[in-house]
């Protein structure tokens, strides 16, 4: 029996089993899940959501913040940071005025040098972590989450806060506002205590870093928002400065973690494509690399599905077949993970094609609430990628290629692999 046919089997009033198949379709399959509802019931309406599974009516959910806004989870994102913050928040105010703020101190324009900062801090990693004699590491625990934290100390400026701080803050904050449909008490309390962790640590490095912040200190995000004077009606005080710095480190370090992983571990089952990548980043340039590893991302997206709250009733895909209301106070479940898939947009989707058009690919989302440092991490999660695949030997154990390991966490927690040779001599861009 497929899923819809069971699903509809199971009384409308026995919300519990319902709910129960509908979880266990997308734990167990849900690429199935996806595809069926693509063809068959393409706006799904179930007790948790509408889930929305075309590609055309993803963007378009996305595109109408005034409609469609982030109010399902924003008000758990504010509880975990103490403050407002952009990805809460739609339309104007904080969201318009801050995320403008947003790519002005995550410039486009430090992609390059991002990108080496990246090497040089993966390079150093995997020299600690192979130079320990073992057969094999875990490329979450000893590489990429380490890597990553680096990074933010070096890039986002979190200078004397500890890896391991940034790391297991972030999991227990993201936890909380992100991936808590049940909205378990625990779990939203350890995200809050992490959050004020957090907060308070950071307010000790803004009041050391003040002294310096004039006088030609770090040239990282800290310290451009150090430097930057805005009008005081904008009211852009050290708070707003801590609320948007740990911010942008909460929607950063658990995806690039984990997207590290995830796209080595998509290239590893696929032994062709996986050779591709690694005689692409031996040739020097990377941004042929970098192809392979959002096409490996599209099959493993860190969001998977993005909700929103309706806030009026809404014709989707007005003059198609799937025209649907959407009636207001409706919780819309944006499927990414579908919409990448979507047959009648893309070209052979379930094939592994390097260099697909950049709208095919919502990995950093899309929209109002895409990515705000989408151009830093455009660089750093290939780079992550390609410094592994420079060592001949640092790949996936044989036979354990699909051995990612949640470890009862929403993240991957542990990924066993190879230690390899020495470091390889290829050039950093």
């Not at 199935?32 to 599974?53: I, K």
């Not at 992100?178 to 490095?205: K, Y």
């Not at 042929?288 to 709250?309: C, G, K, S």
């Not at 499927?335 to 979507?342: H, R, T």
Request: charged share 25%.
């Amino acid at each position: 029996m497929d899923f819809l046919a069971a699903y509809d089997a199971i009384p409308e009033d026995d919300v519990p089993q319902r709910v129960a198949l509908l979880r266990t379709a997308m734990t167990t399959g849900r690429a199935a899940l996806f595809a069926e509802l693509r063809a068959r019931r393409p706006v799904f309406s179930t007790p948790v959501g509408v889930f929305v599974t075309r590609h055309p009516d993803v963007l378009e959910v996305l595109s109408a913040p005034g409609t469609f806004t982030v109010g399902v989870f924003g008000p758990a994102l504010e509880d975990v940071l103490g403050a407002p913050f952009i990805l809460a928040r739609d339309g104007a105010d904080v969201h318009w005025r801050e995320r403008g703020y947003g790519q002005l101190v995550l410039a486009a324009e430090d992609a390059p040098r991002v990108r080496e900062l990246t090497a040089r801090i993966a390079d150093e990693v995997l020299d600690e972590v192979t130079g320990r004699g073992a057969d094999t590491f875990d490329l979450v625990q000893d590489y990429a989450r380490v890597a990553a934290a680096r990074v933010a100390i070096a890039y986002l400026g979190f200078s004397g806060i500890e890896e391991e701080t940034l790391h297991s803050c972030t999991r227990r904050m993201q936890w909380a506002f992100a991936v808590n449909p049940d909205r378990d008490p625990e779990i939203h309390a350890a995200g809050v205590a992490a959050g004020r962790e957090l907060h308070d640590q950071v307010a000790e490095l803004i009041d050391r870093r003040r002294d310096t912040a004039h006088d030609g200190g770090p040239d990282d995000v800290l310290g451009r928002m150090l430097r930057t004077r805005l009008p005081d009606e904008y009211g852009f005080d050290d708070e707003r400065i801590n609320a948007n710095l740990v911010g942008y480190l909460t929607g950063y370090q658990q995806n690039a973690t984990q997207c590290t992983a995830t796209a080595l571990k998509e290239l590893a089952v696929r032994p062709e494509a996986l050779a591709e990548a690694v005689r692409a980043a031996g040739e020097g340039g990377p941004a042929r690399f970098d192809a392979y590893v959002w096409e490996a991302l599209r099959f493993h997206p860190f969001v998977p599905i993005t909700p929103r709250l309706c806030l009026r009733d809404h014709v989707l895909a007005a003059g198609t077949p799937r025209q649907t209301l959407i009636p207001a106070k409706s919780v819309v479940m944006a499927c990414f993970a579908s919409a990448m898939f979507d047959e009648e947009v893309l070209d052979a989707p379930e094939e592994f094609r390097p260099g697909r058009p950049p709208t095919h690919n919502l990995v950093l989302g899309y929209g109002a609430h895409d990515c705000v440092g989408r151009y830093a991490a455009q660089v750093i999660v290939p780079e992550l990628v390609r410094r592994v695949l420079l060592r001949p030997g640092v790949r996936p154990l044989p036979g354990g290629e699909r051995a990612l390991d949640y470890a009862g966490t929403p993240f991957p927690q542990h990924y066993p692999v190879r230690s390899g040779r020495p470091a390889a001599t290829t050039a950093r861009p």
